[in-house]
């Protein structure tokens, strides 16, 4: 290994290349073999030979697609392009792998940030600072210029947005991300190149939390959950929203039926899901 290499996972898979130099390949095959990643590169080994994938040519990293019925012979797998090539592995742990990919991928990028752009339905007076990228477990984790850290749980991830908008006098790929502080919806923005921002927004929706936000809510339902989706404790919520506390319990009963709350306490305390805030966000902006 070259000097600062070193070795991030080293396990035993399946890996087979779908598209090269841009042509979709027919009657392809999983190749068993060896599938060594380390922070500068990955190299994927068989009895057939060796190919060796530079981390930082990798511009996309993708995780349960579906596959033709040719290569659907796995239950998980991982899909990365590096130029005009697409290879899908299968290591034996793909979601222990798939998570040190994305950290070799993203580990000390630096971004621009602006946290939060959006607080509770809000826009915020926020500035555009450097942040530095860590991969965590289950998170992404940003060490802002300013010395603020934040931590975005992947599990808790709303929505994620693909925009381009004008950062400090420039057009930029920009991803708007929903997540929640305290309880609180938030809006952080990420901006870097765009091969960062799409490696970025395949981990931030990773965590299976994207889910439909079209059902349809009573007034007292879609009042209670604004009231939430801006801040107002559980608590105060009757007398926010002009409801008994009868009234407002067997909201919250409701919602979380449909997986829009989930329940913190036995009563009256519930936390916004991501689905919730997805749709209190919808709902502010038609506003």
Known sequence: MSEGEHTLADTKGRFVQVVKDGRKRNDVEWIPGRLVLSNKRLVLASNEGKQTIPVS????????????????????????????????????????????????????????????????????DTDWEKARIKVGEDAVELAISSGEFVEIELDDVGTVDETERTV????????????????????????????????LASLLRSGDQHVESDIDLSEAEREVLMALYTGVSPFEIPDFVGLEVGEVENVFERLAEQGVVEKVRTRREVDLKPRGRSIASEASADQ
Do not use: M, W
């Open 57 to 124: 040519d990798i511009q996309s990293i993708r995780t349960r697609q579906n596959v033709t019925e040719a290569i659907a012979q796995v239950s998980g797998y991982i899909s990365i392009q590096a130029g005009r090539n697409v290879l899908l592995l299968a290591p034996a742990d793909e979601e222990a792998f798939a998570e040190a990919l994305f950290g070799a991928r993203l580990d000390q990028q630096v971004v621009l940030a602006k946290h939060p752009a959006v607080k509770g339905g809000v826009v915020q």
């Open 168 to 199: 400090r006098g420039n057009e930029r790929s920009v991803l708007e991300a929903e997540h929640a502080i305290e309880g609180t919806s938030v809006k952080t923005y990420l901006s870097g190149s765009p091969t960062d921002c799409s490696v």
